[in-house]
């Protein structure tokens, strides 16, 4: 079978986390987040990555490289998030080893907590046809959309929080961001690029473990999930 590649976002600054270095290099449990997001998918079945981190942090990321359980490497990405998926996507076809790949699975380094059973559920669902897999939650909070009148209330039922990994079928994610890229769009995850082009997307169960380091808080929550775990 072809390898499952994982596109690892983690070329953020981690504005809303604050402090001196990248997010992704945060330490949680004395590791950085984005080595636990390795291992999560390693856990879950895939079998390399492709590490996208800002410019001029080789360095820096020299470490998380060498303690990856699943080969890694790191390109360069760029200013937006879609950009450095962008930019992931041209490492890997450029790639002899990996340009075979069919699916690729795009994560947040940030989602230091994933669950291998999350990624694999987004495997298996690309394994059974589906062109786009990703990992989504009901809605917990109620949800108040704001009007040029007022405010009113969204029915909830209806709604999902998305994670990541997002899995696709690597030929139409490529195809996608090109569209994004072409026609300027702006995208918050690859999902949405996926459904700018036309293509429908499957949804698998996510984890609350999955949750995005976002803002201190989420820190706090990390480091009491790790704990829960030992
Ligand atoms: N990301 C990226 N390239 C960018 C921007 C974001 O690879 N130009 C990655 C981040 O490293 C992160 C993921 O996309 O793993 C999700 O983005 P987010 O949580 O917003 O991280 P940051 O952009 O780093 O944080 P902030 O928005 O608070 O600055
Ligand atoms: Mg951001």
Redesign the pocket.
């Known amino acids: 079978m072809e390898p499952v590649v994982a596109l690892?976002?983690?070329?953020?600054?981690?504005?809303?986390?604050g402090g001196d270095i990248?997010?992704?290099l945060r330490e949680l449990d004395g590791r950085p987040?984005?080595s636990h997001?390795l291992e999560g998918l390693a856990a879950g079945g895939v079998d390399v990555a492709v590490i996208?981190?800002?410019p001029g942090l080789d360095d820096d990321f020299a470490a998380v490289v060498a303690g990856s359980p699943i080969p890694a490497r790191c390109v360069q990405?760029?200013?937006?998030?879609?950009?450095?998926?962008l930019n992931?996507l041209a490492a890997i076809a450029a790639d002899p080893d990996l340009a075979g790949a069919r699916y690729v699975l795009v994560?947040?380094?940030?989602?230091a907590l994933v669950p291998g059973e999350v990624v694999r559920r987004v495997i298996a669902a690309l394994a059974d046809g589906a062109v786009a897999a990703i990992p989504v939650l009901p809605v917990v909070d109620t949800i108040r959309e704001v009007t040029a009148t007022g405010s009113a209330t969204v029915d909830r039922s209806r709604l999902r929080a998305v994670q990541?990994p997002q899995g696709f079928a690597r030929d139409v994610l490529e195809r996608a961001h090109r569209l994004v890229a072409d026609e300027g769009l702006q995208v918050t995850d690859d999902a949405a690029a996926v459904e700018a082009l036309g293509y429908p997307v499957a949804l698998v169960p996510g984890d609350r473990e999955a949750l995005?380091?976002?803002?201190p808080l989420d820190l706090l929550f990390a480091e009491a999930i790790v704990r829960s775990h030992a």
């Open positions: 690892v976002v983690a070329a953020g600054s981690g504005s809303r986390l990248p997010k992704a987040l984005v997001s996208v981190i800002a990405g760029g200013a937006e998030r879609q950009d450095s998926v992931g994560h947040d380094a940030a989602r990541t995005k380091v976002t803002e």
